[in-house]
């Protein structure tokens, strides 16, 4: 005799485990922005959400380049460093009258040689990731500290200040460097060789 049963749902707790692990971050930050939109009416306003992007913008561009690091199963301590001696450099550059752009280039490709030389310590030398960019973090921060002592270092030019925090119709430009960087560094990772290598390299 047939019996019509209903079937009790399985609950697959191994799928709710794994999609969990997967997206908690952006349940959290999600909860953070529940919170704090009902602590004050304030916090998704325009006004501060441009402020919040732009007050983490470099922050964010530097994340970015340090994921690429992380996925190769490596890490990078010097990035405040670098960022202290590039700030000082351009801030010097600027200050003898060399055009923006060029002090930007010069400036690039002197943290390029830095990276370079931790690199190759890393790749060639086979040292751990973590000490060796803990000592040019050291080294860096060092020659930035004797570069700019005694020295007022400002940025004055007026070209270079509105072509990196300028606007255009109240957009910070920084925001807008931001998700350019963001968008272009996704597409090296996902839609390039160069950027599965660089997965596979962390996963062997």
């Known amino acids: 005799m047939a019996l019509n049963k209903k079937m009790k749902p399985v609950i697959n707790y191994e799928n709710i485990r794994n ?3 997967r997206y908690y971050l952006y349940l959290m930050f999600l909860v953070i922005i529940i ?38 199963g490596g890490i990078d301590l010097s990035v405040g460093s670098i960022v202290a001696l590039s700030s000082c450099l351009i801030a010097g550059l600027l ?22 030389i931790s690199g190759s310590l890393i790749s060639y030398g086979k040292a751990a990731p973590f000490l060796v960019t803990f000592s040019m973090m050291s080294v860096i921060r060092g020659v930035a500290y004797n570069y700019q002592v005694g020295l007022d270092l400002r940025i004055n030019n007026k070209s ?9 119709n ?8 931001m998700f350019i960087i963001i968008i272009i560094m996704a597409f090296i990772l996902k839609k390039t060789v160069f950027g599965r290598i660089i997965v596979a390299i962390g996963g062997s």
Do not use: D, H, K
């Open 19 to 21: 999609n969990f692990s």
């Open 95 to 116: 200050n003898t009258e060399v055009f923006p752009v060029l002090a930007v280039i010069i400036v690039l490709l002197i943290m390029a040689v830095i990276g370079g």
């Open 35 to 72: 919170i704090s939109s009902i602590l004050t009416p304030y916090f998704l306003s325009l006004t501060n959400i441009i402020n919040i992007l732009r007050q983490n913008a470099v922050i964010t561009i530097l994340a970015v380049g340090q994921l690429f690091v992380i996925l190769t």
């Open 160 to 168: 270079f200040i509105n072509g990196i925090i300028g606007q255009i």
């Open 170 to 177: 109240q957009f910070p430009l920084l925001i807008f460097y």
